[in-house]
């Protein structure tokens, strides 16, 4: 009913920056919290940057003034820009999205996950 679809991951150099986008899409009444989480090998997954309500955003205190996260609301898209890349940062990056379906009902969903590997 609800499809995350997330895109830009790819490898890069330490230094350097991604934009990941997540578009969210389906039957859609409206989208509540939205956010970026990782998965290192070897680690639980972990919260990276989230919106949580109104335009309040939750950072990592690891990628703090080095990864933006933004959303067009009329695209239902949500975007994550990363910069200074570290070495550390490798992981696969997953989109996250509280959705109304209804009024009354809303959901919890999950993208496939898109890897980023920054090489030293």
């Known amino acids: 009913q609800v499809q995350l679809v997330e895109s830009g991951g790819g490898l890069v150099q330490a230094g350097g920056s991604l934009n990941l986008s997540c578009a969210v899409s389906?039957?859609?009444?409206?989208?509540?919290?939205m956010g970026w989480y990782r998965q290192a090998p070897g680690k639980q997954r972990e919260l990276v940057a989230i919106?949580?309500?109104?335009?309040?955003?939750k950072y990592a205190d690891s990628v703090k003034g080095v990864f933006t996260i933004s959303r067009d609301n009329a695209k239902n898209t949500l975007y994550l820009q990363m910069n200074s890349l570290k070495p550390e940062d490798t992981a696969v990056y997953y989109c996250?999205?509280?959705?109304?379906?209804?009024?009354?009902?809303?959901?919890?969903?999950w993208g496939q996950g898109t890897q980023v590997t920054v090489s030293s």
């Open positions: 919106f949580i309500s109104a335009g309040s955003t």
């Open positions: 389906g039957r859609i009444f409206s989208i509540n919290a």
């Open positions: 996250h999205a509280d959705v109304k379906t209804t009024e009354w009902v809303s959901w919890v969903y």
